[in-house]
T-cell receptor, first 121, second 104 residues
């Protein structure tokens, strides 16, 4: 199971940073790559980034490269996202996902519940 | 890689057999997955690697294809199958199709 954690109120400022966490349970966390996907009415589902099981490598979508940092703490079964320099185009529902292999890419066989983030002043 | 689904929407009856197609802009071998999403919920993996059924998914769902052209087939629609379906390539860019809305 994946539980997305977000302490904000769902509204982020333009130019600010978004920080999300994802708590995993029910599987051996370090055995699987993990990732982040977002969804908007206009662009649909968009993969953002993935990190391999032992955090050897990260892979970022071109649309967010340079603004995104994904990390994980295998001792705590936690996945993290930081997205900087937010713009209106980052308004979306954000999901954490579990991949089907340790090294990625693969299918996303478990999804967090999603959280709506709106970027607006 | 661009993933194009057709049709964008589809109306059908309970018991119908329906198919949704997904075309990739370049060959993606067998790195093609299908998801189902109902309103307000996260997507759910149905089929991975073109034709492998995810655990717990009913056998009325099946997938086929290779290279650039793929198909999701539902053999006999059930009321809970009316949802939006997405294909996704895991060949390198994890691109999703735009979705197919299946309506009663």
């Amino acid at each position: 199971e994946l539980q997305l954690l977000y302490s904000g109120r769902g509204l982020e400022q333009p130019g600010g940073s978004l920080r999300l966490s994802c708590a995993a349970s029910g599987f051996t966390f370090s055995n699987y790559a993990m990732g982040w996907v977002r969804q908007t009415p206009g662009k649909g589902l968009e993969w953002l980034s993935s990190i391999t099981g032992r955090a050897e490598n990260t892979y970022d979508a071109q649309s967010v490269r340079g603004r995104i940092t994904v990390s994980r703490d295998n001792s705590k079964n936690m996945l993290y996202l930081q997205l900087n320099n937010l713009g209106a185009e980052d308004t979306a529902i954000y999901y954490c996902v579990k991949e089907t292999s340790p090294g990625g890419p693969g299918a996303f066989d478990s999804w967090g519940q999603g959280t709506l983030i709106t970027v607006s002043s | 890689i661009l993933m194009t689904q057709s049709p964008s929407s589809l109306s059908a009856y309970v018991g119908d057999r329906v198919s949704i197609t997904c075309r990739a802009s370049q060959t993606i071998s067998t790195n093609l997955n299908w998801y189902q999403q109902t309103p307000g919920k996260a997507p759910k993996l149905l089929i991975y690697s073109v034709s492998s059924l995810q655990s717990g998914v009913p056998s009325r769902f099946s997938g086929s294809g290779s290279g650039t052209d793929f198909t999701l087939t539902i053999s006999s629609l059930q009321p809970e199958d009316f949802a939006t379906y997405y294909c996704q390539e895991s060949h390198g860019y994890n691109t999703f199709g735009q979705g197919t809305r299946l309506e009663i």
